[in-house]
């Protein structure tokens, strides 16, 4: 067993007020816990990794090159690997969701990328 200490798990800051925190996870699985500001959005990127995006809090709009839906408390979505997509706070007041990634990743996806 490994258990994440969510006080003290790793956490990184893309931007300011964007804030992800790495949950239990693997190399075949990662978890991570992030919150938004409202109108704060990803830039539109792809990875190698399967993604499912659930909305725990507020509104989320996640949008690809041919498509866009709006996430509410509980809803999710899946991204396949490789497909080019964006999250967006598009609501009023603070966002936070999980990501799921399929393989694992770490968040050097963030501090490795080039922009």
Not at 62 to 67: C, G, K, L
């Amino acid at each position: 067993m490994k258990p994440v200490d969510f006080d003290g798990a790793e956490t990184y800051e893309p931007d300011e007020g964007w804030r992800r925190v790495s949950l239990a996870g693997s190399d075949q699985f990662s978890f991570e816990w992030f919150e938004k500001p409202p109108g704060h959005s990803s830039p539109m990127h792809d990875h190698e990794n399967e993604q499912v995006c659930l909305c725990l809090r507020g509104e989320l709009t996640v949008a690809t090159e041919d498509d866009e839906v709006v996430l509410s408390q509980y809803d999710s979505v899946l991204l396949e690997s490789a497909e080019p997509h964006r999250v967006e706070n598009t609501g009023d007041e603070l966002a936070v969701g999980l990501d799921v990634f399929a393989p694992g990743r770490s968040f050097d996806f963030w501090t490795e990328r080039d922009e």
